[in-house]
């Protein structure tokens, strides 16, 4: 009898132990797993809460440049920084370019680069977000097509959301 108790003693002890390694192998793998699932799921969140529409746009071939306005129709609001770091593509239709981003004012822009004036009077609230409801304005010089040809935008932010338009130079 006290044979049949010390083997299962012993059994008891090994599963413990069998258990214990076994959690302890898993249970990192898991938490990993979770962390991935919930990063996956936190920007997939953004992404579809991001959203914006071209609402009006403008281009004139004497001056080199486009003014397109965006409206801001999702639920996130989209940092300053973010903005900046979009991709602008702009030009005649099937020829146009892929422009660098300029901080400086749209009178100073150089051929081939673009702008927001965000902060001059399109920051509502003066956060630097681009909050649900407000309305961004790029501009962008670029070589525009003569009066009544079409012309290409497009702005893509870095999270892969993007709009474009074809519209008429003027």
């Known amino acids: ?64 440049t486009s003014r397109v ?4 129709t999702g639920t996130e609001r989209i940092s300053a920084s973010e903005i900046s ?3 602008v593509f702009c030009g005649a239709v099937g020829n146009f370019d892929h422009l660098a981003y300029d901080a400086g004012a749209a009178e100073d822009l150089a051929d081939g680069e673009w702008t927001d004036d965000f902060g001059s009077g399109y920051d509502l609230n003066a956060n630097g977000y681009w909050d649900p409801g407000e309305t ?22 870095s999270n892969g959301i993007w709009r474009s338009n074809e519209f008429t130079a003027s």
């Open 1 to 64: 009898m006290s044979s049949e108790t010390i083997t299962t003693a012993l059994f008891l002890i090994t599963a413990v132990v069998a258990a214990a390694v076994l959690i302890n192998a898993v249970y990192p793998v898991v938490q990993t797993m979770a962390g991935t699932f919930s990063s996956s799921t936190h920007e997939s969140d953004v992404r579809i809460r991001t959203d914006f529409k071209i609402i009006a746009t403008f281009a004139s071939q004497a001056s080199g």
């Open 85 to 87: 770091k979009a991709d």
């Open 136 to 157: 961004l304005k790029v501009t962008a010089k670029t070589t525009i097509p003569p009066q009544g040809n079409g012309v290409y935008f497009q702005f893509a932010l």
């Open 69 to 72: 306005w965006m409206k801001n």
